[in-house]
């Protein structure tokens, strides 16, 4: 069961303690100030039946509980900052509900409301705390809540006591995907507002023939925070996993709630006293859920996966090692972005739309986001507030939106502190953050409402904000983030390429070349850090190798003096049926942009414009000089494929996996005119025929590459 589980151990952290240990040895022990921990649980079921539940499109209500929902608190004290975090069995909670219970938390404790954080856990299946969507908020929740919230602080304050306290992080990659997938160019769907744009959207289904494949890589890490009294009891565990939810019938604490109960008895921590809190809080899920849906559909059961994951946990846990004092830092900052409020003739149709509704509750998606753009319309910018916490050399970040896992992959690499972690739907609720080019492809997650509004520009901006309170908590800079060098790329890099690009990027729009000369640029459509060739020669350390998606984008780049006798070498991964279209994708191109002529040298794999060309890599020259080439070997489907491709003068040669007789070898004349050094990867010259897959590992060379070459690359790899 815990093959899944990979453990990574933190060094930095523990040699930090180390030295901090040593040093103490020689320091008057009775200076040093006394950590101390306070944990409490408090009830924060409705009393008052039945309740709105939200979550969903259209408003709910509920009769009753299947189980307690619940605020889990703890307080650390390093006897000079105090700070408190909260996780709530909840959907989700504005921030004025959360300002209220915080100012009402510190009348009674003294602790400073910026020094408060209170997240939900985004179980779809608790009252609702605030309006979503078709949904409303329910008023006596709204006010029962508040007091609920402060008690569970006032509670773990008053409970502190001397205690240790540790971390730890370990790679589950067995429950939790991406769920947001890739649709086929010929497949896209339409948004609620008439316009056929959906490129990407969540839950396809298992297996589904109409999706190619996710549009991110997930955040697999279960970070634990666990404290303990001094004599070594268990007290509390702040557990944190970017898992969305997994679905129950309301009301219903869902996975985050009963993870809690299942870990402490997993430790025999069931009759601890005081009460042992298991505390599981909300990752970077935007994008993320359970279900593998490149695999086939299995059983439901919440409570199964619910102790696989605590399982999981409990193995980690007893490898933490514990500080009897750590120092504490807090900060939290203000952040104003703009929503993406509705144009003329959207806000028209927008206010025809609700007016026919004539007061009753939407009913469906077009009445429901009619409605939402009065909302975007009528607050044009939102205030959200952003928190970093440092316990010792951990970070915790803190975010009021849903976010994607490759957000939570950004912070963890740059964060100047060696293990990081990040709780979304934190200090309110702001909706869905994609990056930018995730709105490029459209879907549930992108379109404009309350659940995802924010300006384009708004993840980068967070992430920004983030980094910059790392770095104030931390006192020490963020990290760069590097791609590792493993045995393939140090033997691309041995041959001395003209241009290589890897590929790896995880924002921006630039796609570095690694020599530092011909750096290209990302066109829209084309999603970012999907894993990549899975081959041992890829990566030295780290999550592995990483590819870029091509979703009906490509990548431009110009190589200036690059000769007429050259080679490009690549690993692909093409997604799209070959019995689909006359050329099922384009792998890389060089020839003049735009030209409708589509003159140049275009190596791709065909489709059904030929019998002989199906499924198989060919080489075409342009329209005019009509020259195809083609290979031997029919492809298959969803593997990842190493491919050379070299002109010497008129001789074309197309190496395939290492394989040192060409796949392809003819004459054909350079399509190309004199003086064009124009590149495309993932698609041709003229924008047709785009891949629908990925590419990494991209070089150029201004030589011919040798059969010895290619073979020794391929065998760098691994694969």
Known sequence: MFDSFRMRVTRPAVVAFALLAFGELHADESSKPAFRAGAAAIDITPTKFPVIVNGMFDERTADSAQDRLMARALVLDDGTTRLAIVVVDSLMIPAELLDQAKQLAHQATGIPTDRILISATHTHTAPAAMGCLGSGADPDYQVFLPDQLSKAIVWAARNLTAARIGWTVAEDHEHNHCRRWIFRSDRINVDPFGEQNVRAHMHPGHQSPSHIGPSGPVDPDLSILSVQTADGRPLAVLANYAMHYYGSTALSADFCGRFGNVFGNLIGAADAQPPFVGIMSQGTSGDSMWPDYSRPAGRRDLDAYTTEVAEG????????????????????????????????????????????????????????????????????????????????????????????????????????????????????????????????????????????????????????????????????????????????????????????????????????????????????????????????????????????????????????????????????????????????????????????????????????????????????????????????????????????????????????????????????????????????????????????????????YDRVLSPADVTAHFEASGQ
């Open 313 to 700: 946990a409990k193995s980690a846990y007893e490898q933490i090692v514990y500080h009897d004092s750590v120092s504490l830092a807090m900060a939290e900052k203000k952040l104003r972005l703009r929503r993406r409020v509705p144009d003329d003739d959207r806000l028209a149709w927008a206010r025809q739309t609700v007016a026919s509704l004539e007061g009753r509750a939407p009913n469906g998606m077009a009445e429901t986001y009619a409605r939402e753009q009065l909302y975007l319309h009528d607050e044009p910018e939102v205030e959200m507030k952003l928190q970093a916490i440092r316990v010792g050399e951990l970070g915790i970040t803190a975010i009021p939106n849903e976010v994607y896992g490759i957000t939570g992959l950004k912070l963890k690499g740059s964060s100047p502190l060696a293990t990081t972690f990040n709780i979304e739907l934190a200090n309110g609720a702001h909706g869905y953050i994609p990056p930018p080019e995730q709105h490029a492809l459209g879907g549930y997650t992108t379109w404009a409402a309350r659940t995802a509004g924010l300006e384009v520009e708004a993840e980068p901006k967070i992430v920004a904000a983030l980094l910059d309170l790392l770095e104030q908590v931390a006192d020490k800079p963020r990290r760069p983030m590097v791609t590792p060098a493993g045995d393939y790329s140090k033997a691309v890099v041995a041959s001395r390429p003209t241009a290589y690009w890897r590929l790896s990027e995880l924002a921006g729009t630039q796609a570095a070349d690694a020599t530092g000369e011909h750096h290209g640029t990302y066109e829209p459509g084309v999603a970012f850090y999907l894993p990549g060739p899975t081959g041992v020669g890829f990566s030295s350390e780290g999550r592995g190798n990483r590819a870029a998606h091509f979703a009906g984008g490509r990548v431009r780049a110009s190589v200036n003096e690059l000769p007429d006798s050259y080679s490009v070498e690549f690993w692909f991964w093409n997604g799209f049926p070959h019995d689909a279209r006359a050329v099922t994708g384009y792998l890389f191109s060089r020839g003049a942009g735009a030209d409708t002529k589509a003159a140049g040298d275009h190596v791709g794999i065909g489709g059904t414009d030929r019998e002989d060309l199906v499924g198989k890599l060919i080489f075409f020259n342009g329209n005019e000089l009509d020259e195809i080439l083609v290979g031997r070997t029919e492809l298959e489907l969803k593997t990842w494929n190493h491919v050379v491709f070299t002109r010497d003068e008129q001789r074309v040669n197309v190496y395939l996996n290492g394989n040192p007789q060409p796949e392809i070898s003819g004459d054909a004349a350079r399509g190309y005119a004199d003086g064009v050094v124009e590149m495309f990867l993932g698609g041709r010259n003229d924008n047709l025929f785009n891949l629908e897959g990925k590419l990494d590992e991209v070089a150029v």
